[in-house]
């Protein structure tokens, strides 16, 4: 597969185009949807994959969802983020911002087929209840679980701290090295994130 990063200027959340054959997938429309279709590259986008539901990471969803008609897909445990500006922090910032709802809500172990391969689902909750990572082997798209320098915070409705520590420890425990492409910041093997290396330490 091919992971393309697009840096968002509004709260400098990334977007990334996964793409395998003639199949595409977008993770987290954050960025203006023309720049988006262009790194398409004429794939066919099957899917809007959706790391978690905070508004930051959903900004131009709506414009997405309708100018390709590709499945929205997000956890089962965030769908309801989606038209709620409590649950999805906008209204924490001042905003009441809502979109489109889940066209397809993920599970932890499903497998969306994408070209001649897939994109498996990893639960990862502690930031949000559905926060998830999407393994595509040789990479991991992480949202905001997982950062180069840090994690995501877990004082936002939904957020849980010791969740989210027993999620890292489960990344820590992953015996292979995926490069991780986190929802702000910069890519990085997974061995190299300062907090897997630290659990892998014990001193985290």
Not at 131 to 160: A, K, N, W
Request: charged letters at 25%; glycine letters at 10%; proline letters at 4%.
């Amino acid at each position: 597969m091919d992971i393309i990063k697009l840096k968002g200027l509004s709260y400098a959340s990334n977007t990334y185009v996964i793409i395998s054959g003639g199949d595409s997938a977008v993770v987290d429309p954050s960025i203006e949807v023309k720049e988006i279709l262009d790194a398409l590259n004429g794939t066919k986008l099957r899917y809007i994959l959706l790391t978690h539901g905070h508004f930051d990471h959903i900004l131009k969803l709506d414009a997405l969802k309708c100018a390709t008609g590709a499945e929205i897909c997000i956890h089962e445990s965030d769908a309801k983020m989606l038209t709620d500006p409590e649950l999805n922090a906008s209204e924490f910032f001042g905003l009441d911002f809502v979109s489109l709802g889940a066209d397809r809500v993920l599970r932890d172990g499903e497998a969306l087929p994408l070209g001649r391969e897939s994109i498996e689902i990893v639960h990862t909750p502690g930031h949000t209840p559905g926060s998830v990572c999407f393994d595509c082997g040789s990479d991991l798209v992480c949202g905001d679980t997982l950062f180069t320098s840090g994690y995501g915070r877990y004082d936002l409705p939904g957020g849980d701290a010791r969740v989210l520590f027993s999620s890292l420890k489960k990344l820590a425990d992953r015996r292979d090295n995926p490069m991780i492409h986190p929802g702000h910041g910069a890519s990085c093997a997974l061995a190299d994130a300062d907090v897997i290396r630290a659990i892998r330490q014990q001193n985290f």
